[in-house]
């Protein structure tokens, strides 16, 4: 138990006035009961601090958070905090992230920053921080990101030469002269929103900023909270606005239009509640929006799941987030733990989690929408005059995506994490248009769901019983029925006609042993021509995945190396014309 940093947070609990009351007790064990804490290995110091959207008012006291000598991550974001940047942080010399956003922080920056030589990552923004931006900035050599959007410095920009910075947001302070060379390679959105001269010198590749429609609403007095143009207070505003639908709803369906126009003026209210709740946002949201916009947004239920209602929020010009309202979440401590692992993740396979929101009675998680909606949508759903058949190299670069997505998640949290409801409508496509897989460990928090109501029934693998405890191996089983679901182009579950409900890794199995595997195909994809090898080798794959015993399950490692040898084994071998479709049955399915 590392008692003296347990004295020096239990000084701070004291001298704070904080409204959601932290569970931070002299008689617990700091290191694995208080919320927000992080300990190093033996438990011996504390490492990491979160008190995201804790409520906390009014100044830090001085001498309290600053004797946590070896902490590294010090967030305290989406509070209230106000009063002077604490100088006495100066004592946390092995500090790598600090942020300090959506506060009210004012008067100057430190004017030395060089104390913190392994600071990564700075996030003031969102405060009442005046004066200049300090030279010293420009000793942390580590620096990557470092963001001081919406507070209201002042002078001119310091030559900062640090390369390693990648992410830098200068916006809606009140800086004057020019960007200084050194960061001229930042294109010029990250210094919009100030009085910089006309001649900053921004390279032709840079276009001018268009003047900010959204100018006026910027200001605090508006919304009482400085969102500005930041890119994070978009997520904010969006899961406000839900917020408030969502309310609307629990009293009977989505408002209509009149109802959203008198209902607007109580937005602003119900904003500055719930950002004195737990509102907590990941950094590298890229959605870009104008407040009207955001305030134009309408609701819509895109479906009820397992583990709740999921929404659509929609802009204007067609951005759009969504919003997951998740029922019977039992411990609020594990669930912000659990959003605060996957809200770190970063990885082109996996949807990357944008905020969340978390209350005694309430949880929502906030994730980018997609367009294409998921590939059980594509595989299944028939739009319009019928349904759009999802060719072959969609079908594998899908497979190849949630196959990459699912080995990243099973290395996480000390090769801990498991996904538990892989299923075709929990993955979309990225950009690149390969699987990028959503909805991570929620399985684990909810209560047990029994196995008869699962919609994952047909992916669920046959040893799991109680739905929390899915393991790698029960992962690598239901990837392998998504591959199925690929290949054969049916639904996990599916009827053949009469009553009988049929799975259908078993109905694979038992097609494949009749040696009708031509049959197994999606009759869409057997118009391809010279993909027979392909399919062929994605279906040994797929039926490898769903044997019966866990441990005779492939590792997802050894998955992913497979699948992509399936594109690139027949680029090396180019397929014949006459592709053997047999397969050899050695591994009986369930
Ligand atoms: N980010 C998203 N973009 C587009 N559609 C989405 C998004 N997230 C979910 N959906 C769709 O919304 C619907 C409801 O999703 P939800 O996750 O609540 O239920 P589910 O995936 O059917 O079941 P489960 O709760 O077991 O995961 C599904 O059709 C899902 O594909």
């Given at each position: 138990?590392?008692?003296e940093d347990k004295?020096a947070l239990?000084?701070?609990?004291?001298?704070?006035?904080q409204?959601n009351?932290?569970n931070?007790k002299q008689s617990?064990?700091?290191?694995r009961e208080?919320?927000?804490?992080t300990?190093n290995?033996d438990?011996?110091r504390v490492?990491?601090l979160?008190?995201?959207?804790?409520?906390i008012q009014?100044p830090i006291p001085p001498?309290?958070?600053?004797r946590?000598?070896?902490?590294?991550?010090?967030?305290?974001?989406?509070?209230?905090i106000s009063?002077?940047?604490p100088s006495d942080f100066?004592?946390?010399?092995?500090?790598i992230?600090?942020?300090?956003?959506?506060?009210?922080?004012?008067?100057p920056l430190?004017?030395?920053?060089?104390?913190?030589?392994?600071?990564?990552?700075?996030?003031?923004?969102?405060?009442g921080f005046n004066?200049?931006i300090?030279?010293?900035?420009s000793n942390?050599?580590?620096?990557?990101?470092?963001?001081?959007a919406n507070?209201?410095l002042?002078g001119?920009?310091?030559?900062?030469?640090i390369p390693?910075l990648?992410?830098?947001?200068?916006?809606?302070?009140?800086?004057?002269?020019?960007v200084?060379r050194?960061?001229?390679r930042?294109?010029?959105r990250?210094?919009s929103?100030?009085?910089?001269?006309s001649?900053?010198?921004?390279?032709?590749a840079f276009p001018?900023e268009p003047p900010?429609k959204?100018k006026?609403?910027?200001?605090?007095?508006?919304l009482?909270?400085?969102?500005?143009?930041?890119v994070?207070g978009?997520?904010?505003?969006?899961?406000?606005m839900v917020?408030?639908y969502?309310k609307?709803?629990?009293?009977?369906?989505?408002?209509t239009?009149?109802q959203?126009?008198?209902g607007?003026?109580?937005?602003n209210?119900l904003k500055?509640q719930e950002?004195?709740?737990?509102?907590?946002f990941?950094e590298g949201?890229?959605?870009?929006?104008d407040?009207?916009?955001?305030?134009r947004?309408?609701?819509?239920?895109?479906?009820k799941?397992?583990f709740g209602t999921t929404?659509?929020?929609?802009?204007?010009?067609a951005?759009?987030?969504?919003?997951?309202?998740?029922?019977e979440?039992?411990?609020v401590?594990?669930?912000?733990q659990?959003?605060e692992?996957?809200?770190s993740?970063r990885h082109?396979?996996i949807?990357?989690?944008r905020?969340y929101?978390?209350?005694?009675?309430e949880?929502?998680t906030i994730i980018?929408?997609?367009?294409?909606?998921?590939?059980?949508?594509m595989?299944?759903?028939?739009i319009?005059e019928?349904?759009?058949?999802?060719d072959?190299e969609?079908r594998?670069?899908?497979a190849?995506g949630?196959?990459?997505?699912?080995?990243?998640i099973?290395t996480q949290?000390?090769?801990k994490l498991v996904?538990?409801n892989?299923?075709?409508?929990?993955?979309f496509?990225n950009?690149e248009?390969y699987?990028?897989?959503?909805d991570?460990?929620?399985?684990?928090?909810m209560?047990?769901?029994?196995p008869?109501?699962?919609r994952?029934?047909g992916?669920?693998?046959?040893?799991i019983?109680?739905s929390r405890?899915?393991?790698?191996?029960?992962d690598v089983y239901?990837?392998?029925v998504?591959l199925?679901?690929?290949?054969?182009g049916k639904?996990?579950i599916?009827s053949t006609g009469g009553d009988?409900?049929?799975h259908?890794?078993?109905w694979v199995?038992s097609?494949?042993?009749?040696e009708w595997t031509?049959?197994?195909f999606d009759?869409?994809?057997l118009r391809?021509?010279?993909i027979e090898e392909?399919?062929?080798?994605?279906?040994?794959i797929?039926?490898?995945c769903?044997?019966?015993m866990p441990e005779?399950?492939p590792?997802m490692t050894?998955?992913?190396?497979?699948?992509?040898?399936v594109?690139?084994g027949?680029?090396e071998?180019?397929?014949?014309s006459e592709t053997n479709?047999?397969i050899?049955?050695s591994n009986?399915?369930p």
């Amino acid at each position: 138990e590392p008692v003296e940093d347990k004295q020096a947070l239990l000084d701070f609990l004291h001298n704070i006035h904080q409204s959601n009351s932290l569970n931070w007790k002299q008689s617990s064990s700091v290191c694995r009961e208080w919320t927000g804490v992080t300990c190093n290995g033996d438990q011996s110091r504390v490492i990491a601090l979160r008190l995201q959207g804790e409520g906390i008012q009014g100044p830090i006291p001085p001498n309290t958070l600053s004797r946590l000598s070896a902490v590294q991550i010090l967030s305290l974001r989406s509070n209230g905090i106000s009063g002077s940047f604490p100088s006495d942080f100066s004592k946390l010399g092995n500090l790598i992230d600090l942020h300090l956003q959506f506060n009210n922080f004012s008067g100057p920056l430190p004017s030395d920053f060089s104390e913190w030589k392994n600071l990564s990552i700075i996030d003031l923004s969102n405060n009442g921080f005046n004066g200049s931006i300090p030279n010293s900035f420009s000793n942390l050599t580590h620096l990557t990101s470092l963001n001081l959007a919406n507070n209201l410095l002042s002078g001119f920009i310091p030559n900062i030469e640090i390369p390693s910075l990648q992410s830098l947001n200068l916006t809606n302070n009140n800086l004057t002269g020019s960007v200084p060379r050194s960061l001229l390679r930042f294109p010029s959105r990250v210094f919009s929103g100030n009085n910089l001269s006309s001649e900053t010198a921004l390279p032709p590749a840079f276009p001018p900023e268009p003047p900010r429609k959204n100018k006026k609403l910027s200001e605090p007095a508006i919304l009482g909270i400085v969102l500005g143009g930041c890119v994070l207070g978009f997520a904010v505003i969006a899961l406000l606005m839900v917020c408030c639908y969502l309310k609307k709803d629990r009293r009977g369906g989505l408002p209509t239009k009149s109802q959203k126009r008198e209902g607007s003026s109580k937005k602003n209210t119900l904003k500055s509640q719930e950002k004195s709740n737990r509102f907590v946002f990941f950094e590298g949201c890229s959605l870009a929006f104008d407040l009207e916009d955001l305030l134009r947004a309408s609701a819509e239920v895109l479906g009820k799941g397992t583990f709740g209602t999921t929404y659509k929020a929609a802009f204007d010009d067609a951005t759009a987030v969504v919003v997951k309202r998740l029922k019977e979440v039992p411990v609020v401590k594990e669930f912000e733990q659990h959003m605060e692992v996957i809200g770190s993740i970063r990885h082109p396979n996996i949807c990357a989690l944008r905020a969340y929101y978390c209350s005694k009675d309430e949880k929502l998680t906030i994730i980018d929408y997609y367009e294409q909606r998921s590939v059980s949508a594509m595989l299944h759903d028939t739009i319009g005059e019928g349904r759009i058949p999802l060719d072959w190299e969609t079908r594998l670069r899908i497979a190849i995506g949630a196959a990459r997505g699912i080995a990243h998640i099973h290395t996480q949290n000390g090769g801990k994490l498991v996904h538990g409801n892989i299923k075709a409508s929990n993955i979309f496509l990225n950009s690149e248009g390969y699987g990028c897989i959503s909805d991570i460990g929620l399985a684990a928090l909810m209560s047990p769901v029994p196995p008869s109501v699962m919609r994952a029934a047909g992916y669920r693998a046959p040893e799991i019983t109680d739905s929390r405890k899915a393991t790698h191996a029960s992962d690598v089983y239901s990837y392998g029925v998504l591959l199925l679901e690929l290949l054969t182009g049916k639904s996990p579950i599916h009827s053949t006609g009469g009553d009988e409900v049929v799975h259908l890794a078993r109905w694979v199995h038992s097609v494949v042993r009749e040696e009708w595997t031509a049959e197994v195909f999606d009759v869409d994809l057997l118009r391809y021509p010279n993909i027979e090898e392909e399919i062929v080798e994605m279906l040994k794959i797929g039926m490898s995945c769903v044997v019966r015993m866990p441990e005779q399950r492939p590792k997802m490692t050894d998955v992913v190396r497979m699948v992509e040898d399936v594109r690139r084994g027949s680029t090396e071998n180019p397929p014949s014309s006459e592709t053997n479709l047999e397969i050899s049955v050695s591994n009986p399915t369930p």
